[in-house]
């Protein structure tokens, strides 16, 4: 789908027509709810999410983050936090699907996990190996309480609710933290979109 200042896409394909609704496209639940953060309510699936969860609520072992080396990344607060690789090829097609063709992702294969009573330091994403990436992803999973995504540089926060997808501007003005977790565990899968190099709007 090629158009004027693509954002992402406005419309999904139905599977089968709805009666009397011209065309098989209908307007996605995306919002944007501050200039360059969106909002996807229950975009995951319940049976996607209850799916996951059982397999992260039974992890014994938490990883560092790159999953093989501890010095892999100079922030060790995701040490111990990161999900070991397991398929999540489902959600991550999901995404995908939503941000093609102007963007493709990385579709990373972990999640990570923040704990009642912790809460994140401030992560400036433009300043990460993946620099180049003009767009991050979160879709939260989990029954928890707390751990709003606060952008202090914007004034502005956002509290995730499970199944969320979350899509915001990689860019030092969106730096960004967790407040703290009051109750139950927080997932959130995380991942960059980088504009497709063969993307040409007309």
């Keep these: 789908m090629r158009h004027e200042n693509p954002k992402f896409k406005n419309f999904l394909r139905l599977p089968e027509p709805i009666p009397n609704v011209p065309g098989d496209l209908v307007p996605t639940p995306l919002k944007e709810i501050y200039p360059e953060i969106f909002v996807y309510e229950e975009f995951l699936p319940e049976h996607l999410e209850f799916k996951y969860l059982k397999h992260l609520d039974a992890m014994t072992v938490w990883n560092f983050h790159g999953n093989y080396d501890q010095e892999d990344h100079s922030d060790k607060w995701w040490n111990n936090r990161l999900s070991l690789d397991f398929m999540l090829f489902e959600m991550t097609q999901k ?50 309480t707390g751990g709003e995504l606060v952008f202090p540089e ?23 933290y967790v407040s703290e977790v009051t109750s139950g565990t927080r997932y959130t899968w995380i991942d960059f979109a980088f504009r497709h190099p063969g993307y040409v709007a007309i």
Excluded: C, W
Excluded at 115 to 130: D, V
Excluded at 154 to 176: C, E, G, M
């Design 95 to 144: 995404a995908t699907n939503l941000m093609t063709p102007e963007f493709m992702i990385f579709q990373h294969q972990n999640v990570f996990r923040i704990q009642s009573g912790e809460s994140s330091p401030i992560h400036n994403s433009s300043n990460s190996p993946y620099s180049k990436h003009e767009y991050n992803l979160a879709i939260y999973m989990g029954d928890f």
């Design 154 to 176: 914007l004034n502005f926060k956002y509290a995730p609710k499970r199944r969320d997808l979350v899509i915001f501007k990689a860019d030092p003005k969106y730096s960004h």
